[in-house]
């Protein structure tokens, strides 16, 4: 079914939750994935394509994970050259060009410079970065070129790193991680599966040895139930123990990475730097995202809660050294950080290995008969994990499949439109709305914008500003709780909207109206609008916790 802008019209929202355990709970799947991050999504949407019947269910909310605290590049891992990962760094290129022409509103170019500190270094990068353009097959979006210091002082006048000898220019792919997550699940249901958040695994069932499904528990309402299937795929990334056999050692290296988020003016960096720290010579991104500059990352053992990962005043002062050493005129200070995230990459362990050099690469195996489990990889190679894991699959009965084409997931997603056509389609329907919303509803939403300047259209009140300052209006909420599965508060303000990162001061009193608007959509009554609010804030809050602990 259609809509008049053509969106493919499929609700998917909480207000229809208990028919959506109803059927979890009555129906038997091909295949039960459990997690809903960048690699369940995508394993869904796979699947979809292919018409065979699938469920995912994630404990927390989709993109809760790993899948919301990177780095939000689509890349092509140019540092795993170094350790010899010649076969990824491919893989990671061929898929961020193929994601770049598939859903080109979300997955877009940024120029990247790289510092150099000497002659042998210039030269050593050149020779890398022309076999990164090659292990590319040349679809880098443009290939290496080197950079003179007066170069560089133009792309990037605020730059005044010491000892800077000369740079080097290369391109990879800006995204909004969480967004992209959802869209990707988002694009599994439209094909035909089932998404439901607030669902957790805690058992999986067999019968005579093999599996049949999990034993589950609706978190929101603490029943439990059972859902039945065929196969089950574990892409539970960090918590993928929590599901393996009690006597089995660990299957994951939980390493730690946090970003902190400043307000681009702050530092006045213009697009992407490839920088080093001067405490431990790591490489760090300063990426700009919009009028925001994201800075990141770390990469430190973690052996914490995994559910509340937060950053640390140390880590934050790493950065601070970073950003000291690379905008010495910028006078960065503290009240400069507008917000942090810290997330766990989900590594697989290997005996004896740092975890900087620890391996990147996916696994996978049948860990009992009918139970699989997938974990490691990148966002960026999310398409290729999950046809390895298929063809995996289908060679052990796992999934229904007479026939495997690697291709089949290839195709350009629903959701995505090129600039050209969306000012196509602004151009013939016109929108009342103001610029700086227009890039913003293109970018984050593709064809989904267009359905949001729609329903501005049939209710002009719904192209006010959620916040003042910020691109995002109303419409999006309800677009995002029909459409996206918004279940709670923070799923809204932290996932589908950056609005909880770059509205620090305000969380309590933003939470307040959204969940104003909320209570409306999904029938809250008081009690539920102060549980979430109070969640949201104590989420919210922890994310810049640092600050206030001296
Ligand atoms: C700091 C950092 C920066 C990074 N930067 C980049 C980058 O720029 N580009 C890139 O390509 N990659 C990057 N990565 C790697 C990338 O983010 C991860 O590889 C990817 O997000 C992993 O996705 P996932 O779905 O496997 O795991 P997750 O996103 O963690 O998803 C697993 C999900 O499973 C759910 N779950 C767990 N247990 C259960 C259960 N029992 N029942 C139901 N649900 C369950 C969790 O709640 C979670 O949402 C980065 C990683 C980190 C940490």
Redesign the pocket.
């Known amino acids: 079914m259609k809509t008049e802008t053509g969106f493919p019209e499929k609700i998917w929202g909480a207000r229809e939750r208990a028919s959506y355990i109803k059927e979890l709970s009555e129906t038997e799947y091909d295949v039960l994935i459990?997690?809903?991050?960048?690699?369940?999504?995508g394993i869904l949407r796979a699947l979809g394509l292919r018409g065979i019947r699938a469920a995912l269910?994630?404990?927390?909310?989709?993109?809760?994970?790993?899948?919301?605290?990177?780095?939000?590049?689509?890349?092509g891992g140019v540092r795993y050259i170094l350790h010899g990962a010649f076969r990824l760094v491919s893989e990671?290129t061929h898929e961020r060009d193929w994601m770049r022409r598939a859903f080109p509103n979300m997955v877009r170019p940024i120029p990247i410079v790289m510092a150099n500190y000497s002659t042998v270094e210039s030269v050593f990068m050149g020779g890398f970065l022309r076999l990164y353009d090659l292990l590319s097959g040349w679809g880098n979006y443009r290939s290496y070129r080197h950079l003179t210091k007066e170069d560089i002082g133009e792309l990037e006048p605020n730059i005044k790193i010491p000892g800077l000898h000369s740079g080097s220019l290369l391109y990879e792919c800006i995204i909004n991680?969480a967004r992209l997550?959802c869209e990707i699940v988002k694009e599994g249901v439209l094909l035909g599966g089932t998404a439901v958040n607030y669902?957790?695994?805690?058992n999986i069932l067999k019968k005579d040895g093999r599996c049949i499904g999990v034993e589950?528990q609706d978190v929101l309402s603490g029943n439990s139930l059972n859902i039945k299937a065929k196969s089950v795929i574990s892409?539970?990334?960090?918590?993928t123990d929590?599901?393996m056999p009690k006597e089995r050692n660990p299957v994951i290296r939980p390493?730690?990475?946090?970003?902190i988020v400043v307000k681009r003016e702050s530092i006045g960096n213009m697009a992407g730097l490839y920088t080093k720290s001067p405490e431990d010579g790591r490489s760090c991104f300063v990426l700009a995202h919009g009028d925001y500059t994201y800075i990141?990352?770390?990469?430190t053992d973690y052996k914490g809660d995994l559910d509340e990962c937060y950053t640390e005043r140390e880590e934050y002062e790493y950065f601070k050294g970073i950003v000291d050493h690379t905008f010495p005129e910028g006078n960065f200070e503290e009240k400069d950080v507008i917000g942090t995230y810290a997330?766990?990459?989900?590594l697989v362990r290997e005996e004896g290995v740092d975890e900087d050099k620890t391996s990147?690469e996916e696994r996978f195996e049948e860990v009992s008969p009918g139970f699989f489990m997938?974990?490691?990889?990148?966002?960026?190679?999310?398409r290729t994990m999950a046809e390895k894991l298929l063809v995996y699959m289908a060679e052990r009965g796992g999934v229904p499949l007479k026939s495997y084409n690697r291709d089949t997931s290839r195709s350009r997603f629903i959701m995505s439109m090129t600039k050209e056509e969306w000012d196509d389609a602004v151009r013939e329907t016109g929108s009342g709305l103001d610029e700086r919303t227009l890039t913003h509803l293109f970018e984050n939403y593709g064809k989904g914008g267009l359905e949001i300047i729609d329903s501005v259209k049939r209710e002009p009140s719904l192209g006010e500003a959620i916040t003042a300052g910020q691109p995002n209006i109303k419409a999006e909420l309800q677009y995002s709780l029909k459409y996206e599965m918004v279940t709670r508060l923070k799923d809204f303000l932290m996932r589908r909207s950056n609005l909880s990162l770059y509205e620090r001061d305000r969380h309590e009193s933003l939470g307040r109206a959204v969940a104003a608007e909320m209570a409306n959509f999904l029938g809250w009554d008081e009690r539920r609008v102060d549980d979430e609010v109070k969640e949201y804030v104590r989420v919210a809050e922890k994310n810049r916790f640092f600050l206030n602990k001296k």
């Open positions: 459990i997690g809903g991050g960048m690699t369940g999504g269910i994630e404990k927390e909310d989709f993109a809760f994970g790993t899948s919301s605290k990177s780095t939000r590049l689509a890349h990671e991680d997550t669902v957790k695994a805690k589950a892409a539970a990334g960090p918590w929590d599901l390493a730690k990475g946090v970003h990141g990352t770390t990469d997330g766990t990459r989900p990147r997938i974990a490691g990889g990148k966002l960026t190679i999310f």
